[in-house]
């Protein structure tokens, strides 16, 4: 099963933010009874006027729960960031809108052991009457759609879930967990964004519609980690 769960949230700096340079998303997760429990964390760098050659580092803390499960195989739980953009709302605040993509799978209950029970005195049952409690008992036991994922209100309180001794490690080599948000300036090329940063133009295709380019598009880069 998979989910998308989207999440947005101003956030406000302490000064004005004039244009943000760089921006990258990670996230942090554990399983805590029949929930997933995290932080999303936001960083980079900004300027407060446009003629400053000062940068201004920022960080961010969104804490997050979402409800799963009793059934959930907690081994096969994967949540992974899958969009992320901003708008700018005021002069020292920006919204951050975020898509996390959740896989998992929940296990299957075999109701099959009432069959018997169900069946005995079928002497004065009909064909038809045993055929329809077989197919009772088999739409119980059939996996049912597993409990849909909510993302709740996200909480502002300073507890945290312990990361070190219980986050699920489902990184793999393939898998992005940083992004880089280059927002495209008057002179710039494709061929220099990929100098900048190290990929390749076939690279940024993946993630991105490079087809027609202006100043001001935001082009998403994906950090290896």
Do not use: Q, W
């Not at 990258?24 to 003629?51: C, M, P, Q």
């Not at 739980?77 to 920006?94: G, M």
């Not at 507890?159 to 967990?177: A, F, G, H, I, R």
């Amino acid at each position: 099963m998979k989910s998308v769960i989207p999440f947005t949230k101003e956030l406000e700096f302490a000064t004005k933010v004039s244009e943000i340079t760089s921006i990258s998303l990670e996230r942090e997760f554990a399983i805590i009874n029949d929930n997933i429990e995290g932080n999303l964390l936001i960083t980079g760098e900004y300027k407060s006027h446009e003629v400053s050659v000062n940068v201004i580092p920022f960080s961010f803390k969104v804490p997050f729960t979402i409800a799963i499960s009793s059934k959930t195989i907690i081994d096969s739980i994967s949540l992974e960031i899958s969009d992320f953009a901003y708008d700018t709302v005021d002069d020292n605040k920006i919204k951050v809108h975020i898509e996390l993509e959740l896989s998992l799978e929940e296990e299957v209950s075999d109701n099959f052991e009432e069959l018997p029970s169900l069946l005995e005195n079928s002497d004065d049952r009909s064909l038809d009457d045993i055929n329809n409690l077989v197919e009772e008992v088999k739409e119980d036991a059939m996996i049912t759609s597993p409990e849909e994922v909510t993302d709740e209100p996200i909480k502002e309180e300073s507890s945290k879930p312990n990361l070190e001794e219980t986050v699920l490690k489902t990184e793999t080599e393939d898998e992005y967990m940083t992004y880089h948000i280059h927002i495209l300036k008057e002179g710039e090329t494709l061929e220099t964004i990929c100098t900048t940063y190290s990929v390749t133009g076939s690279f940024l295709a993946e993630y991105n519609d490079l087809s027609n380019l202006n100043p001001g598009d935001k082009i998403l880069i994906p950090v290896e980690k």
